[in-house]
């Protein structure tokens, strides 16, 4: 979907191109911020310990029902953050995140390495932040 509300911008002057995230995106409307996801299925069972693919196609798939539950789909998605316990897992991640959203037009990313989650099975957390139009 090409939302004209959303603006992305890959690249700002001076800002060498981010691989696979837009560097800014901006919008109006109503803010909507999800809570980091995990690899957690609706029972509150790890799916996928030890397996980063595995664990990332669960997060995207929590984040789907968040943005639902709001009216929301990965089309409004502005930001993504990554918390992952080793930064190698970050294209298994990428790979579930492209499944899901308009790669011609990413969110915004940030990705950081933890040394821990709050469960040692779970690989990486996901939060994200949406955009809506204006009631």
Request: net charge negative; aromatic share 6%; with cysteine.
């Amino acid at each position: 979907m090409n939302d004209t509300r959303l603006t992305h911008i890959a690249a700002p002057e001076g800002v060498a191109p981010g691989n696979g995230y837009s560097h800014v995106v901006m919008g109006t409307g109503r803010l909507v911020a999800l809570s980091g996801q995990v690899a957690l299925d609706a029972e509150g069972e790890v799916v996928g310990a030890g397996d980063a693919a595995v664990q990332a196609r669960q997060v995207f798939e929590n984040l789907r029902g968040c943005l639902a539950a709001t009216g929301a789909t990965f089309d409004d998605v502005v930001k993504l953050t990554y918390y992952v316990t080793d930064v190698a897992h970050l294209p298994a991640i990428r790979a579930a995140r492209d499944a899901c959203i308009d790669t011609t037009r990413p969110p915004a990313s940030t990705a950081v390495q933890v040394s821990a989650l709050y469960r040692p099975e779970l690989l990486l957390e996901v939060e994200a932040f949406a955009v809506l139009p204006a009631e």
